[in-house]
């Protein structure tokens, strides 16, 4: 029984949790910033960055054509920094982000990178 629970488990974790990844080449026309709760300060907010991209669709429906990572991301710093770069030259960057919105819910996921 325990076995049968663990394997419903994980099916239903990798249904929740998997997105699919979807590339786009084009430039960054915005970046931005925030802590999870913009309206107050404090240092154990999560942070939020944000890549908004031309012809990037709404995330999730009727949300906003932008890219989220958290600060807790392996790659934030890598990413925001070639995120500024190319927002510097207006060359395009090759973006894939992920489609769900589970960063920010009004946002797509941030997948991978290539500049």
């Not at 949790?17 to 802590?35: D, E, M, Q, W, Y």
């Not at 309206?39 to 999730?60: H, Q, R, W």
């Not at 995120?83 to 009004?106: F, S």
Request: hydrophobic share 45%.
């Amino acid at each position: 029984m325990k076995v049968f629970f663990l394997v419903l488990l994980a099916c239903f974790s990798n249904w929740c949790f998997a997105g699919n990844l979807v590339p786009i080449k084009a430039k960054v026309t915005r970046v931005s910033g925030h802590t999870s709760s913009f309206t107050t300060y404090t240092e154990s907010e999560k942070g939020v960055f944000f890549i908004f991209m031309e012809d990037l669709p709404n995330a999730c429906g009727d949300g906003m054509g932008r890219i989220a990572i958290s600060h807790e991301h392996p790659l934030f710093e890598t990413v925001v920094s070639v995120a500024l770069l190319a927002r510097t030259t207006g060359e395009p960057i090759e973006m894939a982000y992920i489609d769900k919105c589970t960063v920010r819910e009004n946002s797509w996921d941030f997948g991978s990178f290539t500049y």
